[in-house]
């Protein structure tokens, strides 16, 4: 190449506006929406398509279904990580923009989606009801994410079930194979925990090591069932049940140290009046 188009090259990227440049952390977010994306593939082609055109492999397929899940669950490591690399490292002015975009994409859209094929597929399902769950769901997400970027919370916290968690409690709800209702009011109870504020800890340190420790056995129980594996169908109920729990458990552990926050505020004033 000649010198001349070299430095042409270089001036060029040197020229590049700053907001349009990709960071690594940039990078993996966008793997995060790839995953999302793939989950909705995986979810249409595998399980809706042969429901609509009647062929043997019918209903939640598995390998279709637990594929769709692990994506969601890969698009959740690949959002955990961008964040730790942007600490490290650096993150584009548009960091956060893509962050929220691609989270609405895995976290809002693909549960949804697959909330609403249950919906067309299991045997005791009500279409209508499924597709407002999923609407719910979505729109949770949404409303979540809007209000992450306009609120600033205390350094740790994350005010609402995180939108990854959330994802996962839902499809893990509906991987349960629980009633109908019982399945509805769950996924309901996940939206609102969603947009509540209630305060979820932020996955840094020893945490954030135990969630990837989480998300990577959870894969492992997934595969497990979509290839028929010996306990396989025991091992992933036990696995989304304790999704389901952890969920249902940590808002009342946030709620019992704001009531005894609220008592220990109460005791050193009334110490203060009388001293």
Not at 96 to 107: G, K, P, R, T, V
Not at 150 to 179: H, N
Request: net charge negative.
């Amino acid at each position: 190449m000649p010198e001349a188009d070299v430095e042409s090259d270089a001036d060029g990227t040197e020229d590049m506006p700053l907001s349009m440049r990709l960071s690594i952390a940039d990078t993996l977010t966008l793997g995060n929406a790839t995953c999302g994306f793939m989950a909705v593939y995986f979810t249409t082609t595998g399980i809706l398509i042969p429901h609509l055109t009647g062929s043997e492999e019918t209903g939640m397929a598995r390998h279709s279904a637990a594929t769709a899940v692990i994506l969601m669950l890969l698009a959740a490591i690949f959002d955990l990580f961008d964040g730790l690399v942007a600490r490290k490292l650096r993150s584009s002015p548009m960091g956060a923009e893509l962050d929220n975009l691609s989270d609405l994409i895995s976290f809002g859209l693909a549960p949804a989606y697959f909330v609403l094929v249950y919906g067309m597929v299991a045997d005791d399902a009500h279409q209508r009801v499924s597709a407002l769950a999923a609407i719910v769901v979505l729109l949770a997400v949404v409303l979540r994410l809007a209000r992450f970027s306009c609120v600033t919370l205390k350094d740790g916290m994350f005010q609402g079930m995180p939108s990854p968690f959330g994802a996962l409690t839902v499809v893990s709800i509906v991987l349960l194979e629980l009633p109908f209702v019982p399945t509805l009011l769950a996924i309901i109870g996940v939206a609102w925990l969603m947009v509540s504020r209630v305060e979820y800890p932020k996955p840094r340190g020893i945490l954030a090591v135990a969630m990837l420790s989480w998300i990577v056995g959870a894969m492992g129980l997934l595969a497990a069932w979509a290839f028929d594996a010996p306990g396989g169908q025991l091992l992933l109920q036990t696995g989304c049940a304790l999704q389901v729990v952890l969920g249902a458990v940590i808002p009342l552990f946030a709620t019992a140290r704001r009531v005894n926050t609220f008592r220990d505020n109460r005791r050193e004033a009334r110490a203060a009046q009388h001293p």
